[in-house]
């Protein structure tokens, strides 16, 4: 244990020198002023050594990545991305020399197919027709219904597009296709660790995949997951009409009485 630097003038054997008892009461209580002295120094450079030690530690905890793991990720979406992948629908329309015109079963098909481009279809549609074989008479007529089908079911002549392709033997077909979007979320059911993350509070590797496959299922088109639609200004003069209206003389009616009897027709008291 280190001794304060008063020792060398004031030691316990001035003490037990033959003085009066008022000069050894006072060597006994300057003594003790010198030790109180003593470790409130020491106490206070204590003090400011575990302040300096605080601070290096908090500097150093800001330094640390917010997860170092992928159990540890900071959200759902992190932990079970859903990826956003384009893939080409198409239909195939057989070609039928003997036939004029498509049938009723071609129709519906059309038809189902216009209703999942509206839904969720990107870009044009394209009509692709086979060429380099002995019926492409029959099946530029057979492309030409597909268009004229397609138009009568709502799709504008500007939004589809004409393509060709090498039949090289394959069947002859007129294939309508477009582009569209498809969300997929990574696999559930891993256990592993679960019960272990649950007692310590924190998130296992099955936490919220659930709820990004609910996501990825339910999203009307999964391309706004990756990129979201751009909205057309406001119309002003469409958002106060029915302000107006509400504002006219004739859409006023007088709602006055009990609590239970407004918005009733009036009775006639006759």
């Not at 001794?3 to 030691?11: A, G, M, R, T, Y």
């Not at 496959?213 to 002003?236: C, E, F, H, I, K």
């Not at 509400?246 to 007088?254: D, G, I």
Request: hydrophobic share 35%.
């Amino acid at each position: 244990m280190p001794h304060p630097p008063f020792f060398s003038q004031l030691s316990w054997a001035s003490l037990r020198r033959p003085t009066g008892f008022r000069a050894r009461a006072v060597a006994v209580a300057s003594l003790a002023a010198r030790w109180v002295s003593f470790w409130i120094d020491r106490s206070t450079n204590m003090k400011q050594s575990l302040l300096l030690c605080a601070a290096a530690i908090l500097i150093t905890a800001c330094g640390t990545p917010l997860y170092n793991g992928p159990n540890q990720a900071t959200t759902v979406s992190d932990r079970h991305p859903i990826s956003v992948d384009q893939q080409t629908m198409s239909l195939s329309v057989a070609i039928d020399p003997t036939s004029h015109g498509l049938s009723r079963g071609q129709l519906a098909e059309i038809d189902a197919l216009v209703t999942a481009y509206r839904t969720r279809g990107h870009g044009p549609i394209t009509v692709t027709a086979p060429t380099g074989t002995t019926s492409d008479l029959d099946a530029a007529e057979t492309a030409a219904n597909v268009r004229q089908a397609l138009n009568n079911f709502g799709i504008d002549y500007r939004d589809i597009q004409g393509s060709s392709y090498r039949a090289g033997g394959r069947p002859e077909t007129v294939i309508v296709s477009f582009t569209r979007y498809v969300a997929t979320s990574s696999a559930c059911g891993v256990y592993k660790g679960e019960f272990v993350s649950r007692m310590r509070n924190m998130p296992h590797p099955n936490f919220g995949c659930a709820d990004r496959q609910n996501l990825a299922a339910m999203v009307a088109d999964p391309r706004d997951l990756a990129r979201m639609q751009t909205s057309d200004p406001m119309d002003g003069e469409s958002a106060a009409s029915p302000v107006s209206a509400a504002k006219s003389p004739e859409n006023r009616v007088n709602e006055t009485g009990f609590i239970d009897t407004i918005g009733r027709e009036p009775v006639d008291a006759r």
